[in-house]
């Protein structure tokens, strides 16, 4: 499970959205945690790549939530860590590479499958 780079890609994803994170609120920290949750719960279905697959494009909707969120809370109250919307920019990037390596792994198991 460690050899492959999407878990790496997936464990900086969970990091990264856990550093931009905003405690404060109920929904945000509901939110928040479910985007944590996600990328965790999906590296560990690592022999169900069409689940993992979509665990990871469902992670996308809960990046933007987050973003939204992050992004209303550096520039009109103030009350977020500046820095956070960056943070999610590149949970956005690194949850990406972890998708193509589920796909790229995906893709592998197929054409071995068609070479028997």
Same mark, same amino acid.
């Given at each position: 499970m460690i050899q492959r780079i999407q878990t790496l890609w997936m464990l900086a994803t969970a990091g990264l959205v856990a550093?931009?994170?905003y405690w404060g609120?109920?929904?945000?920290?509901?939110?928040?945690?479910?985007?944590?949750?996600?990328?965790?719960i999906a590296l560990l279905l690592y022999k169900n790549r069409s689940?993992?697959?979509?665990?990871l494009i469902a992670q996308f909707l809960l990046l933007a939530g987050c973003a939204?969120?992050?992004i209303? /809370? &550096?520039w009109f109250t103030h009350a977020m860590w500046a820095y956070a919307p960056v943070l999610i920019f590149a949970a956005f990037v690194t949850n990406w590479l972890a998708l193509? /390596? &589920?796909?790229?792994?995906?893709?592998?198991v197929k054409t071995s499958n068609r070479l028997r």
């Open positions: 550093g931009a994170g609120d109920l929904w945000m920290t509901i939110l928040f945690g479910i985007a944590i949750l996600v990328p965790l689940r993992q697959t979509s665990l939204g969120f992050t209303y /809370g &550096v193509r /390596g &589920v796909l790229k792994d995906d893709m592998l």
